[in-house]
Every structure is written in C-alpha cells, then in structure tokens.
C-alpha cells in the first residue's frame, strides 16, 4: 500500500446481532467468539478500527456504524444488523 491509497473497511461491530447470539462458552475474550466449526469471530468498535489503522500509518477519512433491520418474513423476525464501515488513506 503506497501513500494515498485508500482502504475500504467494512465487519462485523459489538451489538450486532451475531454476537448477542453466542452463548458464553463460545467466548474466547471480550468481543471475540469462536464458532463451530472453529473459525474465531470478533466483533470491532470505532475507536479500536482508528487505533488499529492510524498504528498501521493510515488516516480515518471516515468511520461510522451502520444499522440495518432485516426482516424474515417467513419467521415474521426482525434482525437488527451492525457493522462498522471505514474509509481510510495511508500516509
């Protein structure tokens, strides 16, 4: 990645829905799950996402959390989505 590259950045952020749904044996730390079949999960926050990208030599051009409510409607269930979505520039 060369400077003023850009990242699209896009996972799985805490509350969604998916991590509500791990019981607690599956665990493996605050945010982070195991599943299964043994592959590990987790599940960013804002500030972690800027940390990690600034300490890599990136900018946050920007970062926000974005919602959706998707509806199963043969189970008549709503779902509440979250992921993190960011644009970050390598300096």
Do not use: P
């Not at 969604?16 to 730390?29: I, Q």
């Not at 960013?44 to 051009?61: I, S, T, W």
Request: with cysteine; net charge neutral.
């Amino acid at each position: 990645v060369g400077v003023g590259d850009v990242v699209l950045f896009r996972d799985f952020a805490g509350g969604d829905l998916a991590e509500r749904r791990f019981k607690e044996e599956r665990r493996m730390g605050e945010h982070y799950f195991a599943r299964q079949d043994g592959t590990l999960t987790y599940f960013f926050e804002e500030d972690e996402v800027r940390q990690l990208f600034a300490d890599a030599g990136f900018d946050c051009v920007s970062i926000k959390h974005v919602r959706r409510e998707i509806v199963n409607r043969k189970e008549n269930k709503t779902m509440s989505r979250i992921w993190i979505q960011a644009v970050m520039i390598a300096r």
